[in-house]
């Protein structure tokens, strides 16, 4: 489709930065750089450390620096330059879509979780 990579990266990562910049100005009439709720982050440059409680992690947004702790059984990741932490079920579905994310995944017990990885210079690896 585009002769040079190089713009084809640019074209995407300007249409995914678009779409995440839209997500602070609605959270920002909330709480400032983001929301909070459960499992749940929306929002730019935050630091959390959550237990999932049983609950699937999701983080969309930019420059998120989550640690996810407890019984997750799954993790869904859009946005850009998101670093995420997680422990999963062996079998748990990990998606990541957007552009530089990174996330690092250890499984409680044995086995892999299923892994659906999309968008642009995205890292999904196993924490050591």
Do not use: Y
């Amino acid at each position: 489709m585009f002769r040079h990579p190089a713009a084809a990266k640019t074209l995407f990562t300007s249409a995914i930065i678009a779409a995440v910049l839209a997500l602070p100005s609605q959270a920002a009439q909330r709480q400032g750089a983001g929301t909070r709720s459960g499992a749940t982050i929306n929002g730019v440059d935050q630091a959390h450390e959550i237990d999932c409680a049983g609950r699937p992690a999701e983080v969309s947004g930019s420059g998120n620096n989550i640690r996810f702790v407890g019984d997750c059984p799954g993790l869904t990741v859009n946005g850009v330059g998101n670093r995420i932490s997680i422990t999963v079920q062996p079998g748990a579905p990990i998606a990541v879509s957007g552009v530089d994310n990174i996330v690092d995944w250890r499984v409680a017990g044995q086995g892999k979780p299923r892994l659906s990885v999309t968008g642009v210079d995205n890292q999904v690896r196993p924490l050591r």
